[in-house]
């Protein structure tokens, strides 16, 4: 049954979730850690619209750029980190937790890797998460301290070969959840120990979209599993 | 809806042509319900409900009762439907061919009705598809796959200062790539960090589009970037406003080895030691075009990329370049500038002014002017101190940032001490006015980081400053 309800959803909802911008309720109760009240009024600009809350950066290698979440992401008190991973669980809008984890993502604080390990686990939430876990320290994303990364590179080599589509409300693309955990795991362990098909992929596999071609992607998988 | 649209039209090579033409989604009523329920209160919601009573009933109160919810299930036709079927492919075939089964199915389920056959049938019939590329929606690409790219643009040019070397092309039909290597003349040059000072100009249509925008709004973050552009070209420094404090592409201060590094491995500050030897400083761009061909208006981006040296604000040489994506569904993306003509000795007139003006967007002072070889706050430096103390009264998000500088006379390590002492007197004075230590960052940057253009040796009360960044 649970496999049909998920079936059911996938065919009914999986290609659905990009236009939330006309409803979201807001939450009827803070959540905990109350926060200053600056970030609590991005926080409800978020819930209020979250697929315009995260717009296009101007380049390839930003694609994702939240919009209302300026305090959000510079306050460096952990409790937004713990507050915003609340508001993801807590949160049935998978557009809103997408655009929440995206804010989380851009933090700097010793929590955040653990916490998007946490959402890492939630199958609507693995290909984003594994985004923000692959690009700590360039371009809008800050050198915040990493967490265990043999952990996390294992967690992301688990999902190597995961063909679930990743349905992208704010880039309005489908995705291979996989590709994410791949191009996350190469730019962790380093592209240098890799070889890519066109040499221009090294200096921003996992910064960019995935757009790995089949070929491609057997043979980084392959190399990826090698390396350790 | 490519998933939704499976449910209704079968792959031609899977099963014959439907005796039943396929309805749109919106004759389906009660899958538009759950829709708009999924989009209201999530797929939790509906799987709840899914879980709990018949799909029909619980989405629709009005719709009559589903056949397969009121009627004893052995006698409902779900309930042989898979022997009917054989396989996947003929469930398929079967659902194409009687759109109204699919509602009967999820119904029979949602009430409790067991079928592992079906349901392992429905799991393969309707298994997530593996996506071998990003399916870029049609309204942002060409929907003609023969669209050609244009012809890269790899050339170099010998500048008075160095050599510039750069590769343009386009990296999708959406993006450009541009790949810039900068060698300095070393009988010429002598430089500390040599990296790029970039400028752009991004339009959409009659707009100017930033980075955050959406389709629905191009101008998002409109208020965020206005205030570095250059009042009459709207040209501005590439840079993150959020998370740099610097205008430079390419390089990054370390506060810790106090001095210029490299954002990443592939951008890399050159330098250049007079009589002896040079380096080369490297970057790339991929701009891109996140709103295109979808009735906006033309897409354009435009850059002046300028080597210079980070120490003196001395401009080297300049590349023009960009790409435009007219607004018609197959345009292809065609590249601009990158020619011998768009490299040239000096940048253009506005180059200067714009950079001049991410100091006035950047930060909400620059004390400047202090005494040479000084560190002591002056009275308008009080003044517009208080104003910060102000402001981080009325934000506690907002932290500070206190950069000191020091102009190029002097020796290098008096300098850096003189830097920090100034960015340290700064900052004691907002913290002795109530603001607490851990809401304020220290940085200092010696001579390393001229605000206005200076010679070496010569003292420039412009770059003898505290900047303060509120984020």
Redesign the interface.
């Known amino acids: ?1 649970r ?3 998920a ?11 990009s ?7 807001a939450s009827p109760t803070p959540l905990p850690p109350n926060l ?4 609590e009024t991005e926080l409800a600009a978020i819930r209020a619209d979250p ?2 809350s995260v ?9 994702y ?3 209302e979440a ?2 959000l ?4 008190d952990p409790a937004v980190t713990r507050r915003l991973l609340a508001e993801i669980k807590a ?4 557009v809103l937790k997408l655009a929440l984890l995206h804010v989380l993502g851009k933090r700097s604080d010793d929590t955040v890797d653990a916490a998007l390990l946490s959402a890492f686990k939630d199958p ?1 939430l693995t290909a984003t998460a594994a985004y923000l876990l692959g690009r700590a ?6 050198k915040r301290p990493r967490g265990d990364l043999d952990a996390i590179r294992a967690a992301l080599r688990r999902h190597l070969d995961d ?3 990743f349905d992208d409300p704010f ?6 959840t996989g ?1 994410f955990a791949l191009a996350a795991y190469l730019r962790l362990s380093g592209p ?1 120990h890799f070889t890519f098909d066109a040499p ?1 992929t090294a ?2 596999v996992g910064y ?7 070929g491609e ?1 057997a043979t980084l998988v392959a190399q990826a599993n090698r390396h350790r | ?4 649209d ?2 209704h039209e079968p792959a031609p090579e899977q099963v014959p042509a439907p005796a039943v033409a396929a309805p749109a989604v919106e004759q389906a009523p009660s ?1 538009a319900r ?2 708009a329920l ?10 709840a409900l ?2 709990r009573r018949p799909l029909a009933r619980d989405l629709d109160p009005g719709a009559p009762a589903t056949e397969a919810a009121t009627a004893d299930p052995a006698a409902s036709p779900i309930a042989g439907l898979a022997a009917k079927a054989g396989s996947a492919v003929g469930l398929r075939a079967l659902l194409a061919a009687d759109p109204g089964l699919k509602a009967q199915i ?1 119904a029979w ?1 949602a009430a409790g009705n ?1 079928d592992p056959s079906l ?2 049938m ?2 393969e019939a ?1 298994a ?10 049609a309204d ?1 690409l060409p929907t003609d796959p023969t669209v050609p790219m244009p012809a890269p643009i790899t050339d170099s040019k010998k500048l008075d200062k160095g050599t510039m070397k750069w590769t343009l092309k386009a ?2 039909q959406s ?1 450009a ?1 541009c790949d810039v290597d900068f060698k300095a003349d070393e009988t010429k040059v002598e430089a500390k960090a040599i990296s790029f000072g970039q400028t ?1 100009v ?1 339009q959409l249509g009659q707009k100017n ?9 191009p101008e ?2 409109k208020s965020t970037y206005t205030p570095f552009e250059e009042a009459t070209t709207k040209k501005r420094m ?1 840079h ?1 406003p ?2 740099e404090n610097d205008p430079f592409y390419g390089a990054e201060w370390d506060q810790t080895q106090k001095k210029w590094v490299k ?4 951008y890399v500050p050159g330098s250049s030691q007079k009589g002896v030897s040079s380096t080369s400083a490297k970057m ?5 075009a ?2 295109a061909r979808e009735g906006l208006g033309d897409a354009s ?1 435009q850059f002046e990329t300028v080597p210079m040296i980070l120490e003196t604000r001395q401009p080297l040489g300049s590349l023009s370049w960009g790409f435009k994506i007219k607004d018609e569904a197959n345009a292809p993306i065609e590249l601009t500038g990158g020619k011998q003509d768009d490299c040239v000795d000096t940048p253009s007139a506005d180059w200067g002014a714009t950079m001049d003006q991410f100091y006035v967007g950047k930060f909400a002072e620059i004390l400047d002017d202090f005494d040479i070889a000084k560190s002591d706050l002056k009275p308008d430096h009080k003044t517009k101190l208080d104003s910060i103390v102000t402001k981080l009264k009325a ?5 500070a940032q206190f950069g000191g500088a020091a102009d190029l006379t002097g020796d290098q390590k008096f300098n850096e001490e003189l830097s920090l002492k100034r960015a340290t007197n700064a900052r004691d004075y907002v913290v002795s006015k109530g603001i607490d230590a ?1 809401r304020t960052e220290l940085q200092s940057y010696g001579s390393d980081w001229a605000r206005v253009e200076a010679e070496a040796g010569k003292s420039e009360g412009k770059n003898r400053r505290v900047q303060i960044w509120l ?1």
């Open positions: 049954m496999r049909l309800v079936v059911l959803l996938a065919l009914v909802c999986g290609a659905c979730g236009d939330s911008s006309t409803m979201t309720p200053p009240e600056p970030l697929l315009n717009g296009y950066g101007e380049k390839a290698f930003t694609p750029e939240p919009n300026h305090a992401i510079s306050y460096r949160s049935e809008d998978r609507e320290g360039f371009k809008g994303y800050p063909d679930t589509p880039q309005r693309s489908t995705f291979r590709d240098s221009d200096s921003v960019t979209l995935p757009n790995f071609s089949e992607r | 809806m490519a998933a939704l499976q449910l899958l759950v829709l999924q989009r209201s209160a999530g797929n939790a919601a509906v799987s899914l879980n999820a389920f067991e349901n392992a429905l799991g309707f997530p598809v593996a996506v071998a590329a990003p399916a870029k929606t942002k990296d999708t993006s790539r752009v991004n589009f930033y980075a955050g925008a959406t389709p629905a709004d998002k973050n590439d993150m959020d998370t954002e990443s491995d592939d790339f761009d991929i701009p891109g996140g709103v981006k934000n506690a998000a907002l932290s851990g984020h």
